[in-house]
């Protein structure tokens, strides 16, 4: 994990790079699909799940929901994930999705830079880094 400050221009410009999203995309579903079956299950996207920002958006920080509520609101995130409804997220639903929770996520944020603790594969992180990269060629 590591801080870092990012705001809604680092994560539109990574969504609408279609390239880097895509590659990033594919990259983070074949790591999630342990049988690689091209399908996510329940159980291989609760370690998503897990790791999305849900209890700082929904709940707060400092909460800690008991178990039978965890599980709820990963089932709703699950459906939410599941756009056909057939129990498992293929890739252009997990694209689509995460696309919008990323642009959610933008929106609310503004254009005042944040500071956010992110996870090293998580997509935040990779916003940041491929915008540190561009930063990088543009000052060369
Ligand atoms: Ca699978
Ligand atoms: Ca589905």
Do not use: W
Not at 79 to 106: C, I, P, R, W, Y
């Amino acid at each position: 994990m590591s801080v870092e400050v990012l705001d809604a221009a680092t994560i539109f410009n990574f969504v609408e790079d279609e390239e880097a999203f895509n590659v990033s995309i594919c990259d983070h579903f074949a790591n999630l699909d342990t049988d690689h079956d091209g399908l996510l299950s329940y159980a291989e996207m609760l370690k998503e799940l897990q790791s999305l920002r849900v209890f700082e958006t929904h709940f707060g920080i400092d909460m800690k929901p008991d178990p039978g509520e965890l599980a709820h609101v990963y089932d709703s995130l699950f459906m939410q994930f599941d756009h056909d409804s057939n129990g498992t997220v293929d890739l252009e639903e997990f694209k689509g999705e995460t696309k919008q929770m990323m642009l959610a996520m933008a929106n609310g944020l503004g254009f005042l830079p944040v500071q956010m603790v992110l996870e090293e594969d998580s997509f935040l992180k990779k916003a940041v880094d491929r915008e540190s990269i561009m930063t990088r060629v543009t000052t060369i």
